[in-house]
């Protein structure tokens, strides 16, 4: 059974940072790409940043870039969301996705294309 299990949100004031934890188990971690994504009541699901299966390549939304870095760990199936620089608009809850690593260079921003979903985990940035 393929889980993604996230971690890590909480409060934190404008400027601050959080580093979110995404544990993946149920396969073979190697082959698929992760990402990590955000929604609001009332607004769209929102592509936050995906990195390849290799970990070399990263993919990161113009409204993060700079301030969010995402980044995993094969040894403990664990991917990161590395986030600093924290504003107000980066509330939200935050999910971690695997994509087929075929699909990540044409859909890493696409969340139809991803497979697999974690639960979610709160992030709320006070002013």
């Known amino acids: 059974q393929v889980q993604l299990v996230e971690s890590g949100g909480g409060l934190v004031q404008t400027g601050g940072s959080v580093r979110l934890s995404c544990l993946a188990s149920?396969?073979?971690?190697?082959?698929?790409?992760l990402g990590w994504f955000r929604q609001t009541p009332g607004k769209e699901r929102e592509f936050v940043a995906a990195i390849s299966w290799s970990g070399g390549t990263a993919y990161y939304a113009d409204s993060v870039k700079g301030r969010f870095t995402i980044s995993r760990d094969y040894a403990k199936n664990t991917a990161y969301l590395q986030m600093t620089g924290l504003i107000p608009e980066d509330t939200a809850v935050y999910y971690c996705?695997?994509?087929?690593?075929?699909?990540?260079?044409?859909?890493?921003?696409?969340?139809?294309?991803?497979?697999?979903w974690g639960q979610g985990t709160q992030v709320t940035v006070s002013s």
């Open positions: 996705a695997d994509l087929e690593g075929r699909d990540y260079y044409t859909a890493y921003a696409d969340g139809d294309k991803y497979t697999y």
């Open positions: 149920g396969r073979t971690w190697r082959s698929y790409a």
